[in-house]
């Protein structure tokens, strides 16, 4: 294979695309949530935890097994999001030996200013593609995520 046929052949998969605009979306995303959030320490290794922690908790372990990262690694980064109150830590009840790691929603919750900073910045892509493609591309997503979440 030639560099022309892997160029063909890279810009014609639906899956590259994919993964390109979303890495390069969550780049864009990811300084302006930052920047907006004031939090200088964060990183995009925290944010992809967020993806995993649901409202009701996790343990390290829970939360190690789904993201697929070590248990030492997912220690280090909750240690560092504990500094910066955006999540808080209580004890675990079914297990003394381990906590249970929760969103702080009590400090102007972090969580909720990301997530609407993203609201916000779905007026690019309107911008970019017109309310109907956008909804449809939305959809599209959704039905994508659907069938391959775990």
């Not at 560099?3 to 300084?31: M, P, V």
């Not at 009701?56 to 070590?70: D, Q």
């Not at 209580?90 to 993203?118: P, W």
């Amino acid at each position: 294979m030639n560099q022309t046929e892997f160029e063909e052949l890279r810009d014609s998969s639906i899956g590259h695309s994919l993964i390109k605009a979303g890495r390069l979306y969550n780049e864009f995303a990811f300084n302006a949530v930052k920047k907006e959030m004031g939090v200088t320490k964060l990183r995009p290794s925290h944010l992809q935890l967020f993806a995993y922690i649901p409202f009701s908790g996790i343990t390290i372990v829970e939360l190690a097994n789904k993201a697929s990262v070590s248990k030492q690694a997912v220690s280090v980064m909750v240690k560092e999001l504990l500094n910066e109150k955006i999540l808080i830590k209580r004890d675990n009840e079914n297990d003394k030996r381990s906590f249970i790691i929760y969103f702080n929603e009590d400090k102007g919750s972090a969580i909720f200013k990301g997530m609407q900073m993203l609201k916000k910045l779905d007026t690019e892509f309107i911008e970019i593609l017109g309310k109907k493609d956008t909804k449809r591309l939305h959809s599209a997503l959704l039905t994508i995520i659907q069938k391959y979440e775990l």
